[in-house]
C-alpha cells in the first residue's frame, strides 16, 4: 500500500542527497566518483556544514574523532541518513565500522568492495526512503507514537521487515510496550496482494482441555458440546497472519504441535482425518525470556528459532523517555473525540517525566485518561486534575533531572577515558539537539527551554559546525 507511493517520490529525495568528503583526496577518484554516482542516478550536492540538512555520502580515507562528530552531527545521532563509504577498503580494518554505526551512519562500506559501489549507494537510498516514507506515514504515525532515536531505529526495522520479508516475527518487551499494536502494524505492512485476516489469540487464555480446538479447529461430535464443525486459528489464518500473544504460556504439547504445523503447513481437526492446508505469516510476543525458557526446560528450542527468522525487543517507557510527552499528547487527542487537545501545564509535564511507568504506555495511558476525565474549561491541564491517588509523594519534588541513568552515563564516559572538555561539550550538544526535536526545530522555544536567549544558542549551534568543518573548507571542485 505504501510503497507505490515511495517509490513515486524516491527519486526526488535522491536528487537533494548531499555528499561531503572529509579529507583531502584524489582529485581523480572524486571526479570518477561523482560520475558513478550520476550514470546510477543519484544527483548530490556539497555538504553545507554550516546549515547540514536531509540526508547524504560522507567519503573518508580515515577514521578519527572529528569523522565521529561529523556524522553524529549530520545524521542527528541516526535519525537522518547517512552512508559513510571509504575510500578504499584499509580505511576499515580494525573494526571501526561499528563505530562510525554508533555514531548514527545507516550503513558502511568501502567504494573499493565491489564492482559497481555507485549502484550500491543507490539501491540503499532508495530502500531507506520507502522504509523512511512509510515510517512517517498516517498510518504509522497515528498508529505507535515516538520520536525518540532508539523508537524510530525500531521503527525502521519494523517497517523494513513487514514490508520487505516474509519473515516469522517474534516481538519481546515487557507488559504494556505495544507488542500487539506493532504486531497489527506488521500485519498492515505485509505487501501480500491476496492477504486475508490477522487472527489474535492470546496464549493466556486458552483452556488446556480446549486448547486443540482452539488451534486446529473440530469436527460435529469431536466432543461433548461440539454441535457443529468449527475452524479453529490455523484456518481463520489461513492466507493471512497469525498473532500468538504470550507464546511463552503454551503448554510443551501444544509446543510440538505448533512446530509441526510451522514446518509442514499442514494439520488436522479434531475429530478428523483428513490433513488441511494453511499458509500464514507468524507473528508471535512475549514478555519472557525464551532462550532462559528453553535452558530451563519450559519452551522448545527448535520452536523458537522457528518463530525467530526476525525478533525484536520493545524498550520499556523509561528507555525511551522523550517520548512520553508525545504519547501523553497523542492519548489527549484519542480522548478529545475531536475537540481541541487541552495543553499540559509546566508542573503536569515534569510530573509525567519523574513518575515511573511500571505498566509502560499502557500505564502512562491510564494517568492521562485519569487527567483529561477531571479537567475542565478551556486552559491547560494542571496538577489539579491529576487524580489524588496518582499524586507524589512529597520526596518526588526533590528529585533532580541528574538521577541514576545520569550518573551511569557520566561513569561511563569517564571510564572510557572521555576528557572533561567532551563530556561538558558532548551534554550540551545533546541538550541542544533534544531540545529541537522537542520544540519541533523552533529555536524561541528550544531557547526559553534551555535558558537562554535565541541568539546564544544560534551562536553556539553555529560554532559547533565550524568545529566540525575545521579550518579547511574540503568540497573544492567536488
Known sequence: MFSGLALVSWRLVMNDLWHHFSEPSDPILRTEIMAALTRAGVTTHPLKLEMPCGSGVIFFNQITVRLWDLVREVSRNGLTRVLAVALSHSALRGGSAWDLLQHGASDVFAWDHSNNPAKEVAARFDRWEIVDSTVHSPLVENTIVGRSPIWIDLMRQIVEVAMFTNAYVLIMGESGT?????????????????????????????????????????????????????????????????????????????????????????????????????????????????????????????????????????????????????????????????????????????????????GNVRDLKQVVSGMSYRHVGPGPITVGDIPREERPRAEFASVGWHDSTFLAAIRRAVELGAGLKEITQTAGETAIQFAFENEEGNLQRAARRLGVTDRALQMRRAAARRQLSGEEHLEGAA
Open 178 to 358: 505495544g507488542k500487539e499494536l506493532v504486531a497489527r502494524l506488521i500485519h498492515e505492512l505485509d505487501p501480500r496482494p491476496q492477504k486475508r485476516n490477522l487472527v489474535v489469540l492470546d496464549c493466556t487464555t486458552i483452556v488446556p482441555e480446549l486448547s486443540g480446538s482452539e488451534f486446529f479447529g473440530h469436527e460435529r461430535g469431536a466432543f461433548t458440546g461440539a454441535v457443529a464443525p468449527r475452524n479453529g486459528a490455523f484456518a481463520l489464518a489461513d492466507q493471512g497472519t497469525l498473532f500468538l500473544d504470550e507464546i511463552g504460556e503454551l503448554s510443551p504439547a501444544l509446543q510440538a504441535e505448533l512446530l509441526r504445523v510451522v514446518q509442514e503447513r499442514t494439520y488436522k481437526r479434531v475429530g478428523s482425518n483428513t490433513w488441511q492446508k494453511t499458509d500464514f505469516r507468524l507473528i508471535s510476543a512475549t514478555n519472557k525470556d525464551l532462550l532462559r525458557e528453553e535452558r530451563q526446560g519450559t519452551f522448545r528450542r527448535d520452536l523458537f528459532y522457528r518463530i525467530a527468522s526476525w525478533k525484536c525487543t520493545l524498550p520499556p517507557l523509561h528507555e525511551r523517555a522523550q517520548d512520553i510527552l508525545p504519547l501523553a499528547n497523542f492519548f489527549l487527542c484519542q480522548l478529545g473525540n475531536g475537540e481541541r487537545r487541552p495543553e499540559l501545564d509546566d508542573a503536569v509535564r515534569e510530573y509525567l517525566l519523574k513518575r515511573d511507568y511500571p
